[in-house]
Each structure stands twice: as structure tokens, then as C-alpha cells.
């Protein structure tokens, strides 16, 4: 008989793959199937995946838990397998071994709980066990696993089912589809959420139609990015236009987003669509001038292949390309979240489109940090975005298309601004 309560491992896994590290669906599944191998029965498990990267985790069994902390940058993990009763938690050990691609390691074996140490109190065990057994089932265990998109100082997290349904590292960043609970199927670029099925509305009904019902003689759109698919298919409602080009540098992502998100990706086959994929910074330096009604920048935060998407040349050349009336929208961060993007963007735009000429339209989208998010404008030539001129067509239009967050209230809403924001972007 142990005199020993529990027995604690402590183990080092060292030289391990950095990709594995930070792979939070494959080390849940491992680490809980590492303790159903040493037989253990799994309550729960929580895992959370940090960015830019590191995941932490722990199992609940019936014989204690297993827990793990990551650090890919150094191919490192920190796992403690705390267990009790007969259980041999070695077996736990070899399996992660194994699965963390381990090249070295060390693990000190410590005894926790000597009962000569510990005075048992006595109670009504019934009780007790009555309570235990109405909790205790074998089948089912709750699993967390989160994602997490964050900055230094804040974070959203979305919990999701742990399935990894897409997961391909591109020349550009690692295009992901999660399953999540509340939201559904989400794109995922590196550690940042795109979009996702249940708030997907709220960013593509915005980014599309207060500028088309603001250019109803509109014929020639350019979208930059927008490789989900849902910022086409809006702009494809509008039966006026004859031609959108859409620019993606990423073909790894359409071909997620046709395969898992198809009700977003639904008009990659329009006839009045030419698909691109390639660089939208590149594509802009060799686009004639006066050519396009609306340009759409539908691009990711400024990093990696974004980054580029933010400059002052990259909307110089866009003021080039537009007709003379003409309207840019641009992904324009949040004032909250990516505070010095969001600002610098603005002021960019204010200097190449003019002091008034930049205006910026407010709007909600829930699985972005902060939720509150921004599209920023450049108008060239004669044209007025935030008010609506044809109520009784926007509304047989939002009833026809059954859209679920535009109306031509929110038009003209979106664009008033809060003091704060004014302050930050210096307006009136
Ligand atoms: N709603 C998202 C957001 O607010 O972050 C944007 C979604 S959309 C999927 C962003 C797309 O921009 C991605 O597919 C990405 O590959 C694409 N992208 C990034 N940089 C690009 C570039 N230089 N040229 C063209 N597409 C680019």
C-alpha cells in the first residue's frame, strides 16, 4: 500500500519540434491520449494557445492531471503528471516523448502526500460518494480549448472543439479553419481570427455598401485581399457593377475558404469576377490611372504580407487608380485595438485624399479584439458617403438581399464618431 498519496513527475522535454510546441490542437490530443494510455480516465481538458505562440494545458482525470506549458521558441515543454492510485504515469511519458519529438529531456519522480505526515479527518463518505458518482461520467468529458487572438495588453479568446479542419503553412502564414463553438467554422492567418461564419455579415455587408449606394453609377470595383470570398459576394449584389477584379496574395486561403466556409466563398465562379492571386502592393505600381469606381482594401493586420497594405505609396497609387469620383475603403483596424495603425492609417489618407476627404465608418464585429472595428475611406472628387440619398432603394435592396446588419440608418450612423476618435484622428 503507498504511503504516498499521490506521485508527481516532473518532466523536461527538451529539443522538441517547435512546430508541435505550439500546435495547441495536437498537443491536447496528445496529452489526452497520454493519459488514456496509462489508463486513466479524462475529465476534462483546457488548453489555451497563446500568440505569437506558446500553449498551456492541463488534463483533469480521475487519478489527478497531467499539465503541460510550451515554449517553441526554445523547443521546450514543461510537463507535470500528477497521479494517484495504481496508475504507472511513465506510460504518459513515453507517449509524449514520442509525440513532442523529444531529442533530450529530464524528469525528477517525487512522492506528494506522506500520509505519515497527514492527519485524516473523518466525515460521512456516503455523502460524499452519493455527490461523486452523479458527476462522474465515463463517456463524456468537457474539453476547452481556446483560441486566442491577442496583443500585449489585451486578448479574445473563442472557444473551439479542438479540430484542426484546415492547416497549411503558406509562403505568406499559416492559413487555419477551427471549428468554435459559438461562432462556427473561422479563418484563422498566423494567430489572428479573419472571419467567421455567425458575425461574417457584419464586416462584408459594411465594407461593401454604404460606398456602392454612395456611387450608384458604379461599374468597376478592385478588391485587395478579401481571399474569404465575402467581401466579393457583397459587392456582387449590386447588379450595376459589370466587373470586379479581386486580388489575393494567397491561394492557400481561397481554397480553405471554398472548401470549409462556402457560403462566404460563394461567388469565386461569378462571370463578373477575374480572380488574381498575387500581390496587391505589386498590382496597384502597374494599374492604369482613372480605372476603377471603388477600390477595397480587404486585407489582414499590418504584418507579414499585409504590412505593405498600410503605406503611403500603396494609397497613392490607389488615389491613381481610382476614377475622378471615386471612393477607397480600407480594413482600418480599430481605435481600440492596433491604436497607431488605425490612426496613422487615417492621417495617410487624410494627406493623399484631402483633410475632410478621409472619413471613417465605426462598426461591430464580436470576434475581433475589443469587437469594435473600422473601415477608413479616401473620397476623390465630388462624392458624399455618410448620408443616404436613396432610402426607399436601400431598403428594397437590404429586404431583397435579406441583409442582417446594414440598413440606411446604420449608413449614416456608422460614420458619426465618438470624441475619442476625433481626438486620435485630429477631425472636427
Ligand atoms: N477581415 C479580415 C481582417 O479584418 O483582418 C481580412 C480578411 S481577408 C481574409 C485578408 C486577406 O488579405 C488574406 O487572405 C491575406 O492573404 C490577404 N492579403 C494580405 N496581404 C496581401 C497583399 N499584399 N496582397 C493581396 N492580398 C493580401
Not at 16 to 44: F, L
Not at 95 to 109: D, I, N, P, Q, T
Not at 220 to 245: C, F, P, S, W, Y
Amino acid at each position: 500500500m503507498s504511503t504516498a498519496l499521490g506521485n508527481h513527475i516532473l518532466v523536461e522535454f527538451m529539443n522538441c519540434e517547435p512546430s508541435i510546441m505550439n500546435d495547441v490542437s495536437a498537443i491536447e490530443r496528445d496529452m489526452v491520449a497520454a493519459a488514456q494510455k496509462a489508463g486513466a480516465t479524462v475529465i476534462n481538458s483546457t488548453f489555451h494557445h497563446f500568440s505569437p505562440y506558446g500553449v498551456s494545458g492541463v488534463v483533469v482525470i480521475q487519478e489527478s492531471h497531467l499539465a503541460i506549458h510550451t515554449w517553441p521558441e526554445y523547443g521546450y515543454a514543461a510537463v507535470d503528471l500528477f497521479t494517484c492510485g495504481e496508475m504507472n504515469a511513465w506510460i504518459s511519458f513515453d507517449h509524449l516523448k514520442e509525440c513532442f519529438g523529444a531529442k533530450s529531456y529530464s524528469a525528477l519522480e517525487l512522492k506528494r502526500g506522506s500520509v505519515n505526515l497527514l492527519q485524516r479527518n473523518d466525515f460521512d463518505i456516503t455523502s460524499m460518494r452519493q455527490k461523486a458518482a452523479e458527476w462522474r461520467n465515463p463517456d463524456f468529458y468537457t474539453r476547452n480549448v481556446w483560441f486566442t487572438d491577442k496583443d500585449d495588453e489585451q486578448a479574445l479568446s473563442l472557444r473551439f472543439t479542438g479540430e484542426v479542419l484546415f492547416d497549411v503553412q503558406s509562403p505568406f502564414q499559416r492559413v487555419r479553419i477551427l471549428e468554435s463553438y459559438k461562432y462556427g467554422k473561422m479563418l484563422a492567418l498566423d494567430d489572428m481570427v479573419m472571419t467567421t461564419e455567425k458575425d461574417e455579415f457584419h464586416y462584408h455587408e459594411m465594407i461593401s455598401h454604404p460606398a456602392l449606394f454612395s456611387l450608384p453609377s458604379a461599374k468597376n470595383v478592385l478588391i485587395i485581399g478579401g481571399g474569404d470570398g465575402g467581401t466579393a459576394r457583397e459587392v456582387l449584389r449590386h447588379k450595376n457593377i459589370e466587373q470586379v477584379t479581386m486580388v489575393e496574395i494567397d491561394g492557400e486561403v481561397i481554397e480553405a475558404c471554398k472548401i470549409h466556409l462556402p457560403k462566404i466563398a460563394a461567388e469565386f465562379d461569378n462571370p463578373r469576377l477575374d480572380l488574381i492571386v498575387g500581390d496587391g502592393i505589386e498590382f496597384l505600381k502597374k494599374a492604369s490611372p482613372n480605372s476603377y469606381d471603388l477600390i477595397i482594401v480587404d486585407g489582414s493586420d499590418p504584418v507579414g504580407p499585409a504590412e505593405g497594405l498600410f503605406s503611403v505609396e500603396f494609397y497613392t497609387n490607389c488615389y491613381k487608380a481610382l476614377k475622378s469620383n471615386g471612393i477607397l475603403v480600407a480594413q482600418g483596424e480599430s481605435p481600440k485595438f492596433n491604436e497607431k495603425a488605425f490612426t496613422e492609417l487615417n492621417l495617410t489618407l487624410q494627406t493623399i485624399f484631402g483633410l475632410d476627404k478621409a472619413p471613417i465608418s465605426l462598426f461591430f464585429v464580436p470576434t475581433y479584439p475589443t469587437g469594435m472595428w473600422s473601415f477608413q475611406y479616401g473620397i476623390k472628387g465630388n462624392i458624399t458617403v455618410n448620408e443616404v440619398k436613396n432610402k426607399s432603394e436601400i431598403q428594397d435592396f437590404v429586404a431583397k438581399e435579406k441583409l442582417r446588419y446594414y440598413n440606411e440608418a446604420i449608413h449614416t450612423n456608422t460614420f458619426a464618431l465618438p470624441n475619442f476618435v476625433k481626438e486620435l484622428v485630429r477631425k472636427k
